[in-house]
């Protein structure tokens, strides 16, 4: 308790890197500019801006010939030692111009089951940092960031904006912030596949660290579904799965984050909650878990149906009253309202 | 153990913070805890003692539907459930005290930790009168959080004055809890009053069954009352010194107590009073309705122009001295015979016939009223004013008495002890007088009574006589105000809800409240100037036998004849008298003559009992049958010179 204690306190309130100071650091070192003094909405809770297009992607059937509803045997039964999940909070700090200087918090904890009861494993991971296009600032102003006390990320680094429209620019921020809370929720994932034994629940696909991918103690759980991976034929078996049927299992390659360090998991989908009278996507959630290499069929079903169960196990308490209670175990539910907390 | 929240919502005061611990914490109502600012104010981290006065507990769910459907409505589903949902303890507390207390901000935020045995002190400003050497500290009782342990004080210049004085307690009938305290509080005042404040004794009136009887008995205790006693550095003993006072029975025979068995009569002494001792009172006794203000002026010349005086006038037949009530009665009689055979009219005095009547009547009736109390002949036993001991109990049993004779006890000798103690020659310089069933005494409503006049002198003056009162009742809101206003120190066990419904308790939090309603015997809420919210505090069994247990061992003596219960009172006065003696030297007197020389040899306590008692009877020389005198003849025979009678 002490060390993580130290250690949260030494992550939180080093130099003080917070929206608010920074937003007046900027204020006071570009007094050419027009500071900001509303407080503006977040992001994330923007009606524009990026967002990933709904896809149909083709995945390899690694079980049985044809997608089918399969029907677990066997109760639900909780296995689950931690929960990890990541969280982000993106704002507009200051306008240089037409050119958005977004504050960016990213953070990622793991809560640990002890006795039913969840408490916080090791530190979470919570990062500051401004995210701008710098080539489109003036020297006076990209110094002015280098000076507020906070990361700067340059947004244009990857990647080109498709225009220089300013609502653009905040979207490739945006993504920016996204990838870095992907990154520091693979970091504590990475953290707990190197030290621990037990079995960890993340809120998300796994597949785009590799170490995790390959890890057995690690499932991810994924409840959007932006991207569905199934054949055109394949949907109208995962919208009529019932309550504690699961598809086949598929083979899914890292690709959704194209980067090197990701690798290939088995994945199915997974009814927790019945969808009768509601949308074929309530309650339903797709499970990714390490892909053995020349995993028989029968050791894969069984791999699947005992997963299954587990996930199927963290339906009580419900995650109520957040809005994907559905879809949402009660200890990722838990480990936002953490973050929410300590953010 | 916690951390102080604040919310816009709940935002926290200088007299009033919320924290949360965790969901093991040893935290509870009546807890007290010590804050630890994180900012300093004028260069001192700011530190605040509180007291938990609510709790709350809560989880992530906003309504319990939400819960049901979780669990499909199956309440025992819920404990398969896999994780326990995040719950919280929150308690909100009151401000004891802060340091520094100038100036007076809103609780910081900061870290809670349980109070410990240096920070009660303090936080209770105990250590403003417990320094080594002048402490005037008297345990009440310990305080008691998770592990810790610590004695909580009262000031005795606030308890018995002169700053402060007395004590109420309140408690519904049953559990012992008021009697029990008050004994427990007693033996903790003989133990630890100080003496450069000078002595104390406590008056004790027994109003109900045997629960004061058995003082000088020890009752039974348990290792966590010796443990309690030894923490409170109180010896687990009965009281040392317990003097008992009871009238007589209306016969006058044996004592009216139920501590009348013969193993503990050494210190049981007859309660009586004559003529002088019940006419200052007699407004006691006296129903104000049924004495007008001629009745009253009459009682009043009597007083001052009749009684203990040589008194003489043209209607009466012979100078009268009258100094009992037998005397009062020969001096009316004469009265009224003189105003009839001298046909002085219709007036004495000014005074009327009918009052005359109608005063000899009332007066005449009190010692038929108070019979076993009043006498008669004037015979006076009296608890010892001018000769009180430090640390002693003397205890006045009216249990048995009717309302009126306990009045005129209870008005008699709290008068006595005022005049005695204005004098400052009572012998002691403070007195505990005990009084049970306030409500009765004291009532909130009804009419002005000469007893509750006299409580109400005493609450309001008599911390600087140093006569304090102890009152104790089942519902404090039936006591007059004044009275319970003016007891510095007040007591609650275990309380009726009806009773905490009432507007005197709306100043505790609903918790405090409710705790109060199943407060377990041995515990206490202690409101006393010093503190600045009320304190919850665990006190031992008194180390004294329960009236109930005393009965038992020691059952009342069986109603006895004359000569034994005349036996017995001499005997305490001179073991070798024998019941043989007793029987002959009684013989053939009357019963109220035999009754009246075992007072008076009683009330005297003669170095030489067995004289002293005879010497009370004037002889009576037993019958002696006469002789048959020899028949006169009707007429003498002839002489012999004179044989025809001529």
Known sequence: ?343 | MGRVVATEKKPNTAHEFHFWTSLDSPIGIGTIVRVDGETPVGGQVPRVYGIVVEGYSYTDLQSPIHDVLGHDGAPASATQAATLRAEIRLYTAHVLRQIPEEPLQPVPMGTVALASDEDVAVALRMDTYLKPGESTGIPAGVYRAGAMEAPIYLDAEFLLGPEAAHLNISGVSGLATKTSAVEWLMSSIFTHFPRQMGSVAAVCFNVKGPDLLFLDQPGELDDADRALYERLEVAPKPFDKVRYFAPYMAKGFSLNTIRSNEKLSQNVSPLTWGLNEVMQFAEVLLNRDDVDAKADALIDFLQERVINREFTDPVLTTPHRVRSFAELETFFRDLLRGMEDRSSGEHWRTHHVATIRKVRNRLSNISTRCAGLVTDEGTVSDLPFGSFQDRTVYVVDVASLEEDAQDLIFARVVSKLREHLERRDLGVSHVVVFVDELNKYAPGDGQDTYVRKMLLDISERGRYLGLVLFGAQQFRSQVHRRVVGNSGTSLYGRMDMDELATPGYAVLSPATRTKLATLEKGQLMVRHPHFAQPIFVRFPRPAVMRGRDGAELFPPAAEVTLEVAVFRSLRQLDPAISLDWVKRTIAGHEEHVVIRARNETVQARPDRVQPFFEARFRRVVPAEPLAAPAAAPLRHGPSSDDPYGF
Do not use: C
């Open chain 1, 1 to 343: 308790m002490g060390e993580q204690g130290d250690t949260l306190r030494t992550v939180v309130s080093a130099t003080d890197t917070s929206f608010h100071a920074v937003r007046r650091r900027l204020s006071n070192a570009l007094r050419d500019t027009a500071p900001l003094t509303d407080v503006p909405r977040a992001l994330e809770l923007s009606e524009r801006g990026a967002r990933e297009a709904p896809a149909l992607r083709e995945a390899e059937l690694l079980e049985g010939r044809k997608q089918a509803a399969r029907r677990l045997s066997g109760d639900p039964e909780a296995r689950f030692d931690a929960f990890l999940d990541g969280s982000q909070l993106t704002l507009v700090a200051h306008w240089v111009g037409p050119v958005p200087v977004v504050h960016g918090t990213v953070s990622a904890v793991i809560r640990r089951r002890l006795d039913r009861r969840l408490t916080t494993w090791r530190a979470p991971i919570v990062r500051h940092a401004l995210y701008a296009p710098v080539p489109l600032l003036s020297r006076a102003a990209a110094d002015a960031l280098d000076a507020a006390g906070v990361d700067v990320v340059d947004t244009m680094a990857q990647r080109d904006p498709d225009t220089a429209h300013p609502f653009a620019l905040q979207d490739l921020a945006y993504l920016r912030v996204l990838a870095d809370r992907e990154r520091v929720e693979q970091e504590l994932a990475e953290q707990w596949v190197a030290v621990e034994d037990g079995l960890l629940f993340i809120d998300g696909g796994i597949a785009g660290s590799a170490k995790v991918a390959a890890a057995d103690n690690v499932v991810g759980v994924v409840k959007t579904h932006q991207t569905l991976h199934a054949a055109p034929e394949d949907l109208q078996v995962i919208a009529g799965l019932a309550v504690g049927e699961r598809t086949g299992v598929v083979r899914i390659a890292g690709s959704r984050v194209p980067r090197a360090r990701s690798r290939a998991v088995a994945s199915w989908y997974l009814r927790t909650a019945s969808a009768a009278g509601r949308d074929p996507f309530f309650g339903l959630v797709r499970i990714e878990v390490a892909l053995a290499t020349n995993a028989q069929p029968a050791t894969l079903t069984k791999r699947a149906d005992d997963v299954s169960r587990w996930v199927l196990a963290e339906r009580t308490p419900l995650a109520i009253p957040d809005p994907r209670w559905d879809r949402m175990a009660y200890g990722i539910r838990d480990a936002e309202e953490y973050l929410r907390a300590v953010q």
